[in-house]
């Protein structure tokens, strides 16, 4: 048997396919949109923010549809951040 018709292409998995969301942080009349990994945690994001806006990651509270989302460990989708969602930021610079 011949090895060249036997030859694979690697394919993506949909899991290896990087998929982004967009949204807007909000801290005071200061409105960003960021766009990050939908596998991305709400602790990466904040990471994001603190680098960002200059706000240590411990003075930093984040809302989302009225929910302070805590888990650092959450994805951003778990968290229930989609496209276009708005996050409030609550910290002191």
């Given amino acids: 048997m011949s090895d060249s018709g036997d030859a ?3 394919v993506a ?3 290896e396919i990087l998929q982004t969301i967009e949204f807007v942080i909000a801290l005071g009349r200061h409105n960003e949109i960021i766009t990050r990994p ?3 945690t709400i602790g990466d994001l904040r990471a994001d923010i603190e680098a960002r806006l200059s706000v240590p990651t411990g003075q930093l509270k984040l809302l989302c549809v009225g929910k302070t989302l805590k888990d650092d460990s959450a994805s951003l989708i778990q968290a ?3 496209k276009g969602s708005k996050i409030l930021l609550l910290g002191t610079k």
């Fill in 8 to 10: 694979t292409v690697p």
């Fill in 13 to 15: 998995s949909s899991d």
């Fill in 38 to 40: 939908v596998n991305s």
């Fill in 80 to 82: 229930g951040i989609r």
